[in-house]
């Protein structure tokens, strides 16, 4: 395997379900990320870890819980979801060096949520 | 904090036209800009970024992007449309010391007629 892999691809839950979405990445980067692709929406940041820590949280509802137990697996664990939280999650990595935020993200091929 | 602006969320060219993919940027220090494009059913790709130095960037797939600070500008331009250069794009801004993560515009479909 290479890059970043996500898994499942697609997903249907009903809004008292739990699952979890998973995220890989082969690439030996020291960053993940977590962003939601909406239809004629702006890609939403939700989570960064950085060495295994988080960094960012973008005000994202508690019904959606990241976990980073190494610096090489993300997960987001889903909780009592709205319809409204139907989307694409994309996954990303990156190697972050320094202070700089000129790092390149590389991204999975994301996995599609749906919420009945 | 950072942002952009794709103007036109559809773009249509004839095979062999010109692509001009327009993005604006928002930023209050020195921005790093990017472009990646993103294929049905794939995630993003990146097409080049701009840091420091040159002004004009060349990327994959024949495409180039210009970065004016004057116009805080930052479009994205390939002589001649293939085919396959339908796809959704998208602009996106980070700065030093911003974080890592970039800000991302609303995207671009680009549709090529034959």
Not at chain 1, 50 to 74: A, D, I
């Amino acid at each position: 395997e290479t890059g970043v892999t996500q898994t499942p691809r697609h997903l249907v839950m009903g809004m008292t379900n739990k699952k979890s979405l998973k995220c890989e990445q082969h690439l030996g980067h020291n960053a993940m990320y977590w962003y939601k692709q909406s239809a004629k929406k702006p890609l939403e940041l939700m989570f960064v870890y950085n060495f295994k820590e988080q960094t960012e949280n973008n005000s994202v509802p508690s019904r959606f819980s990241p976990e980073c137990p190494n610096s090489s697996h993300l997960f987001l664990h889903l909780h009592t979801l709205q319809p409204e939280d139907s989307a694409l999650y994309l996954c990303a990595s990156s190697q972050v060096a320094g202070i700089s935020g000129a790092n390149v993200l590389t991204f999975g091929a994301g996995s599609r949520l749906t919420v009945l | 904090a950072q942002s952009v602006t794709q103007l036109g969320s559809h773009v249509s060219v004839s095979e062999g036209a010109l692509v001009l993919l327009r993005c604006n940027y928002s930023s209050s220090v020195p921005p790093y800009l990017f472009w990646y494009v993103q294929y049905p059913n794939q995630g993003l790709q990146l097409l080049l970024k701009y840091t420091t130095g040159a002004t004009l960037v060349k990327g994959i797939n024949g495409f180039e992007a210009e970065f004016k600070k004057s116009e805080t500008s930052f479009h994205l331009t390939k002589p001649s449309a293939h085919m396959s250069d339908a796809a959704e794009y998208f602009c996106a801004v980070s700065a030093q010391n911003s974080g890592y993560a970039l800000n991302f515009g609303k995207g671009t479909s680009l549709l090529v007629t034959p």
